[in-house]
């Protein structure tokens, strides 16, 4: 096994192994937004599960980017799906400012953590996805 510069296990640029997790975790929080809006048009959801359910959308988006990202990259798990999770909520967070204005508060902070934290954990689960090792 031999890492040289930036690449990973399978020759591919670790950049890109991120950036294909971020948009596959970008592509997931559409998805359950979308569903959410649709949902929200058809029943009165309480504020506090409009913000529950975008918080955990984030979790879903992140955990997947991690896992996508890890299992591409093939090894340093934890790091690259915590970086991952990181560059995707940036990404979210500027999207988020720039089309509705708004700073940091105590749900910026919350939903940060929760989605750095989800991506780290799927980042170890990618990393392990498959391998052949044997657990007992």
């Avoid at 040289?4 to 640029?13: I, L």
């Avoid at 204005?101 to 780290?120: D, E, H, N, P, Q």
């Amino acid at each position: 096994y031999k890492i040289k510069g930036n690449k990973t296990d399978s020759n591919r640029p670790i950049y890109i192994s991120v950036m294909i997790g971020i948009i596959s975790g970008l592509i997931l929080i559409l998805l359950l937004s979308l569903i959410l809006s649709f949902v929200m048009t058809v029943v009165d959801f309480p504020q506090l599960l409009v913000s529950l359910s975008a918080t955990l959308s984030f979790s879903a988006g992140g955990f997947l980017t991690g896992v996508i990202s890890a299992k591409l990259n093939k090894n340093k798990g934890l790091l690259i799906g915590a970086l991952a999770g990181l560059f995707l909520f940036l990404l979210i967070a500027l999207i988020g400012l720039l089309v509705a204005g708004g700073g940091i508060g105590t749900k910026f902070l919350i939903r940060f953590a929760v989605t750095v934290i989800s991506s780290a954990i799927g980042g170890i689960i990618g990393v392990n996805l498959g391998s052949k090792r044997n657990v007992l």
